[in-house]
């Protein structure tokens, strides 16, 4: 990618194929119940620009997308909020070069291209594959087979990772013994590898628990601190005004896009969640 590279009107997007490729490729630091000094700071960074201009997705007669402005300041969290069937994980495909798509996606960065880490709302396997945590991390973040175990080149981020959203001490289990809190810890931590300047996160508290809902509230501080740029859709609009610097409401369109206090009102919240929504506020 270009440092500045701009997507447009195009069904397979060649930069958002790039993006899925990274988000493949990169891990993800949490905080459990670890000291900070233990995990230690994250490197400072400078996040991309991202920005959306008129994007648009019809699959068959149905419009699921329609007309989607907005943009994502670098080193912000930036929280996508909407009704389920909204479009907000369409939206996010489309970035990731997995769905055609009509108007402009456009990633602005301040140097070099980056790393783009991606955490996907669940895990879906067979849960009586053999598979340990290590397995998986080595699957999911290094070109060496699994079956050769970690290499070196990762083996010290992939620790630190498990580590950083409290999962060291259970790397020898197998990724179906784990519960589903357990499971969104480790999809978390192979988001961070290598270390991403953009993170795309997919509804990462859906299934955490009350300490891994900890980790992630102190990941995402590291993250505004070390100046990563987040997209983070999310249900839990309580978390999302004291966590987030903006906010989109998205159902099919975008209704609002502003500060957590300017946007959780009332009455925005009942425009966003209408089945019909009459009109952006």
């Not at 490729?21 to 490197?43: F, K, M, V």
């Not at 987040?230 to 903006?246: M, N, P, T």
């Not at 409401?249 to 500060?259: E, I, P």
Request: hydrophobic content about 40%.
């Amino acid at each position: 990618m270009t440092a500045n590279e701009t997507l447009s009107d195009t069904s397979k997007s060649p930069v958002g194929a790039s993006l899925l490729a990274n988000a493949l490729d990169q891990p993800t630091s949490l905080l459990d119940e670890i000291p900070s000094s233990r995990a230690g700071s994250l490197p400072e960074v400078s996040g991309p620009t991202l920005e959306f201009k008129d994007v648009s997705l019809t699959l068959g007669r149905t419009t699921i997308l329609d007309n989607v402005t907005f943009t994502v300041q670098p080193g912000h969290v930036h929280a996508l909020v909407g009704p389920n069937g909204g479009g907000k994980s369409s939206l996010i495909k489309t970035l990731l070069g997995q769905m055609p798509h009509q108007g402009q996606l456009s990633l602005q960065w301040p140097g070099a291209p980056g790393t783009i880490g991606y955490v996907p709302q669940a895990l879906e396997f067979d849960r009586g594959l053999p598979m340990t945590v290590d397995d998986f991390m080595a699957a999911m973040c290094q070109r060496r087979p699994a079956f050769l175990g970690l290499s070196k080149h990762y083996a010290g981020a992939i620790g630190e990772a498990l580590e950083r959203v409290g999962m060291q001490d259970k790397r020898k289990r197998r990724m179906g013994a784990l519960s589903g809190g357990e499971r969104q810890r480790v999809l978390l931590a192979q988001g961070l590898i290598p270390a991403p300047q953009l993170l795309v996160l997919d509804e990462p508290m859906s299934a955490l628990d009350e300490a891994g809902i900890q980790v992630f509230e102190r990941l995402l501080g590291d993250w505004r601190a070390a100046g990563i740029t987040v997209l983070w859709i999310e249900h839990d609009l309580e978390a999302v005004g004291r966590l987030a610097d903006r906010v989109t409401g998205l159902n099919r369109r975008v209704l609002f896009d502003s500060t957590p206090q300017q946007a959780l009102t009332p009455e925005r919240l009942l425009s966003l969640f209408s089945t019909h929504p009459r009109s952006a506020v």
